[in-house]
């Protein structure tokens, strides 16, 4: 009898064991927001051995990983990317997008409060996601053992990565110069959260988003995350998931090309640099998955294009619209605001107001698309209810229906030609991104530490291949929308 206990007891310590080494102690997953793909290789020379380059060198290197649908734009790369879904099915469909005919900010909840300032920048929640992320795919694994965490400088960019199961997700609030949360996740600040507001400096918003400081209380409340929530020492496997805003804040203003995007990417090295080794002696080297991308892109800014001989041009969607509605009013002889936005590329039309005045909104769509398609700037203009039957590049095309969410997005979609962004009177060198073009959408994507062999490989892959990847790698269920498929790692 005592030896029956005694094998019964080594199988099931045995199986124990073989169960925890079949995962990471933590996950932490990495978006740099506005990272090119050709930012790795740009500034590599400067790059430190414990950054960038530990990624490349040690880690195992996607060189041809692409966003594989539009809008290429913020909120939608950072749920993707941990959700392995498109705008069509998780319905994040643009940091802005309609919801219940109302021009509504991706994660504003009004049924939440702020927690740690008296801003309203905490009125924020996963819940307009429709699907889970990889964080809440290992909760479920782990019976809800493990612990997931979010943090950012923007909020959508900690709320949408971490889930709808996360334990807390922690994004700045630029007036007053703290992190914060909101009601959807705890009723009030950890303490040790309290205590690390305290040492941020006081500076202007603007001090803190222009420059590497950004990124840096970032990266060190990273850390604090990890040394006060004692991530990856729970006994079950942990995730963090990171977000580095500024990189972007600064591209957006500056392009591409500039000496300030470039202190931004040499820093943020740095910053991984730090953040990695604080991981090898917190967890232990080998005993935590890496996995850093992107978000999206940015185009080279039109002027600079120009400065090239490289074609390029700017689109004012406002005025555009405006012309539009004219153009519109002179042909249907109804003065009425026919379409109320054009976002992200998109004509939303004005369904309601088109019926009332009596016409046929199928008409009105055709007259659209006729009209942008005799604009010298616009490639394809198309109902986005038929997009499959347009003659469309079929990379195109795909990456228009994964991005269309029939509740969440407009009407018309417009395409232009490459080169030729979005654009704000006075951008100057600055930029944007939300396009399919390699620009926007080609992205690192790098994976380091438990279960990573170092290598490289052009293989066609997607943003939704990544999620997939890390959950087949840690040996949990793919989240619930995703469509992407694990890639192989030797
Ligand atoms: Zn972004």
């Known amino acids: 009898m005592m030896k029956k206990f005694f094998i019964i007891t080594a199988l099931l310590l045995a199986t124990l064991t073989s169960m925890a080494q079949e995962r990471p102690k933590l996950v932490v997953g990495i978006a740099v927001d506005q990272m090119r793909w ?260 940015a185009a080279n800014s039109v002027q600079q294009n120009l400065d090239h001989k490289i074609p390029a041009g700017e689109f004012y969607g406002g005025e555009e619209l405006k012309e539009m509605n004219k153009h519109l009013t002179t042909v249907f002889g109804k003065d009425i605001q026919y379409g109320i936005r054009i976002m992200d590329y998109k004509v939303v039309l004005n369904r309601e107001a088109i019926r009332d005045a009596g016409l046929e909104e199928c008409k009105v769509r055709k007259e659209i698309i006729s009209y942008f398609k005799r604009n010298p700037q616009v490639m394809y203009a198309v109902d986005l209810e038929e997009v499959s039957s347009a003659s469309i590049p079929s990379v195109i095309k795909e990456k228009i229906i994964n991005g269309y969410n029939r509740e969440r997005s407009g009407d018309i979609q417009l395409i232009l030609k490459p080169g030729h962004l979005g654009a704000y009177k006075g951008i100057g060198y600055g930029t944007t991104h939300g396009l399919w073009n390699p620009y926007d959408c080609h992205l690192p994507f790098l994976l380091m530490g438990w279960g990573v062999k170092h290598g490289t490989s052009q293989r066609a892959c997607h943003i939704t291949d990544i999620a997939p990847t890390v959950c087949a790698l840690i040996h949990i269920q793919m989240p619930n929308g995703c469509i992407g498929n694990p890639i192989d790692l030797p």
């Open 38 to 297: 050709d930012y790795l290789y740009r500034y590599y020379d400067e790059y430190t051995e414990g950054g960038f380059k530990r990624l490349m060198n040690e880690g195992f290197n996607f060189e041809n990983c692409m966003i594989n649908y539009i809008p290429s734009v913020t909120a939608i790369g950072h749920t993707s990317l941990f959700t392995g879904s498109v705008p069509s099915i998780h319905g994040i469909a643009g940091n802005n997008y309609m919801l219940n005919g109302k021009y509504t900010y991706c994660c504003e909840d009004p049924d939440v409060t702020t927690v740690g300032s008296d801003t309203k920048a905490g009125m924020r929640s996963p819940r307009n996601l429709l699907t889970t992320t990889i964080g809440d795919e290992l909760k479920t694994a782990t019976s809800w053992k493990s612990k997931v965490i979010g943090v950012s400088f923007k909020d959508r960019a900690a709320i949408f990565p971490s889930g709808h199961t996360a334990d807390a997700a922690y994004w700045f609030d630029g007036e007053k110069g703290c992190f914060i949360t909101s009601t959807y996740y705890m009723n009030e600040l950890p303490e040790w959260v309290k205590k690390y507001n305290k040492g941020i400096k006081k500076l202007t918003k603007d001090e803190i988003q222009y420059s590497p400081y950004g990124n840096e209380i970032v990266a060190e409340l990273a850390k604090a995350v990890v040394l006060n929530e004692k991530l990856g020492r729970n006994n079950t496997t942990d995730m963090l998931t990171v977000s580095f805003s500024c990189t972007d804040i600064v591209g957006h203003k500056y392009g591409t090309h500039d000496a300030k995007t470039h202190e931004q990417y040499v820093e943020l090295d740095k910053q991984l640099a730090d953040l990695f080794g604080y991981l090898d002696q917190q967890v232990g080297k080998g005993q935590y998955l890496v996995f850093l991308s992107a978000d999206h892109g």
